[in-house]
């Protein structure tokens, strides 16, 4: 009798990515990947947004533990069944209290980057799909640290490059100018993306090397929808639905300048 399994879920995919399954539930995994070439291009960009992650939060693992935190953990520790167990292995549970509460922080941290919302609910046979601000939150994350290689196609061949993320996405697409706001094109690439397959982002940036992303997708089950706003730590996005894409400005810059460029590039759009 053949076995079944239920639908590999995103949890699945993460720790799979961690190294957290057993043998017999990352082979499963592993399978999946190689069977759906759309899935195998998600858990790539979910390896990158946890190395964008690690290079920006590096720092703080290496502060000591938060006195407040210590106190939390002291206190568990008495309050532990047994607690005037020899002092050696009060250390060793105490060590494992710390983690643990080193665990949830960093939890917070990736909590926060995605607190827009679930991804949609997969089903069998269906890749998993992030909401729009998450997706193009991962890849801002991704790229916008990268010295050599931040885009895939520079602004010098502008005209390859839109011809070559329209055909993929299927639509005629064009590059905002944004020179009247200080950022010029630095050029762009093409992502995966669950939703269809693949996803576009064009990278921006002003002459002191503050860096802004554009990110756009096919959204054709979405009505059309004013700015939304949402915020990953100093990360600001502004996105909007608008007949059957979905667009995504992201960038560390005041609010409301971040909504002067979104409006531009908006109106750029739709003339």
């Known amino acids: 009798m053949n076995e079944t399994h239920p639908p590999l879920g995103e949890a699945d995919l993460h720790a799979w990515i961690d190294g957290r399954l057993a043998a017999e539930d990352a082979a499963r995994v592993q399978q999946a990947l190689e069977a759906d070439p759309a899935l195998a291009a998600l858990a790539q960009d979910y390896r990158r947004q946890n190395e ?17 935190l210590v106190e939390i953990a002291r206190g568990l ?23 643990l509460l080193a665990a949830v922080a960093v939890g917070i941290g990736i909590g926060w980057l995605a607190r827009d919302g679930a991804p949609d609910e997969p089903v069998a046979g269906q890749a998993l799909t992030l ?45 905002p100018n944004l020179e009247s706001d200080g950022f010029r094109l630095v050029g762009g690439r093409l992502l995966p993306d669950a939703r269809d397959g693949v996803a576009a982002q064009f990278m921006f940036e002003s002459a002191n090397g503050q860096r802004l992303t ?58």
């Open 77 to 99: 520790d008495r309050a532990r069944p047994g607690s005037s167990a020899p002092a050696s292995a009060n250390r060793h549970w105490f060590a494992q209290a710390a983690a």
């Open 131 to 175: 909401p729009l601000v998450r997706a193009a939150a991962v890849a801002h994350a991704a790229y916008v640290p990268e010295v050599r290689h931040p885009v895939e196609v520079g602004a010098a061949e502008q005209t390859h490059l839109v011809t070559w993320l329209s055909k993929r996405l299927g639509t005629t697409l064009q590059v």
């Open 52 to 68: 964008a992650l690690r290079e920006r939060l590096e720092a703080e693992l290496d502060e000591p533990v938060p006195a407040r």
């Open 214 to 271: 554009l990110f756009l997708r096919r959204d054709d089950d979405g009505t059309d929808t004013a700015f939304r706003f949402a915020e990953q730590g100093k990360v600001g996005t502004f996105y909007w639905l608008d007949r059957g894409f979905g667009y995504a400005l992201s960038g560390e810059l005041p609010r409301e300048t971040m909504l002067a460029i979104a409006t531009s590039v908006y109106r750029q759009f739709n003339p």
